[in-house]
C-alpha cells in the first residue's frame, strides 16, 4: 500500500539558518510528488512538484526538493528561513495503482522560526 | 481569476443527518479531488473526478458519494453521519488527472 511518512512533526529553527524538512514514501509505481504548505488560517498552497525529469526541483518562497529514488524520499529544503515560513508543510504522494488514482498526504511538519 | 470555491463555508449537522457538499474547480479544471482534514492531520483521500468520472477512491465508507457535473462542478454527499465525520472537507481543482492540485478554503462540517 501506498504511504507517505513525515519524519518530524515538529521543526523549530532560528531564523536565517538553514532547514530540512523529510518526507519518505513507499510505493510499488511512478509517482508524482509534492509539497504544499498551510500558513496559519489559510487553505493549502503548493510549494513545489515533482512530475518528471530533473529531481532537483526549485519552488516558491526559495524552497527546493530533491527526489532520491534509490531511497524514496523527497525531503524539503531552504537555506536560509524567514520569521514568515512558519506554517504547516505537507508531502504528498500521487500514483495510480489498481485502487485508481490517489493522493497520500503525510500527517505534516510544522515549522517553528524563531527570532 | 477566481479560485476553488467550496460551500457551505461551515455546516453544523445531527447524527444519521445526511450532508452535501459543493464545488466550483478553477475554470478550465477538469479534475476534482475531494479530500477529509481532522485536526492536527494530513488531508485523507476521499475521491478523485476527472471528466465527470470516478478516477480514485480512498479507504472511506459508501456512506460517502460524489459526483461531477457537465461544468466540472463537484458535490460530496455523505449519508448517516457520525460523530467521527467532523472535519474540515477540502475540495481541490487540477487541468488534468495529473497535475498540481489547487485547494479551496474547505467546508468545516460539525456533527453533533
Known amino acids: 500500500a501506498q504511504s507517505v511518512t513525515q519524519l518530524d512533526s515538529q521543526v523549530p529553527v532560528f531564523e536565517e539558518a538553514p532547514v530540512e524538512l523529510r518526507c519518505n514514501y513507499s510505493s510499488s509505481v511512478s509517482v508524482y510528488l509534492f509539497w504544499y504548505v498551510q500558513y496559519p488560517n489559510q487553505g493549502l498552497q503548493l510549494l513545489l512538484k515533482?512530475?518528471?525529469?530533473?529531481?532537483l526541483v526549485k519552488g516558491i518562497n526559495g524552497f527546493e526538493a530533491e527526489f532520491n529514488k534509490s531511497q524514496t524520499s523527497f525531503h524539503l529544503r531552504k537555506p536560509s528561513v524567514h520569521i514568515s515560513d512558519t506554517a504547516e508543510y505537507f508531502c504528498a504522494v500521487s500514483s495510480t495503482n489498481t485502487g485508481g488514482f490517489k493522493t497520500i498526504f503525510g500527517a505534516g511538519t510544522r515549522l517553528f522560526v524563531k527570532a | 481569476d477566481a479560485g476553488v470555491t467550496q460551500s457551505p463555508t461551515h455546516l453544523i449537522k445531527t447524527r444519521g443527518q445526511q450532508v452535501t457538499l459543493r464545488c466550483s474547480p478553477i475554470s478550465g479544471h477538469k479534475s476534482v479531488s475531494w479530500y477529509q482534514q481532522v485536526l492536527g492531520q494530513g488531508p485523507q483521500f476521499i475521491f478523485q473526478?476527472?471528466?465527470?468520472?470516478?478516477?480514485g477512491r480512498g479507504n472511506f465508507p459508501d456512506r460517502f458519494s460524489a459526483r461531477q457535473f457537465p461544468n466540472y462542478s463537484s458535490e460530496l454527499n455523505v449519508n448517516a453521519l457520525l460523530l467521527g465525520d467532523s472535519a474540515l472537507y477540502l475540495c481541490a481543482s487540477s487541468p488534468g488527472a495529473y497535475n498540481e492540485q489547487f485547494f479551496g478554503p474547505g467546508t468545516r462540517l460539525t456533527v453533533l
Open positions: 473526478y476527472y471528466e465527470k468520472e470516478e478516477r
Open positions: 515533482y512530475l518528471s525529469g530533473s529531481t
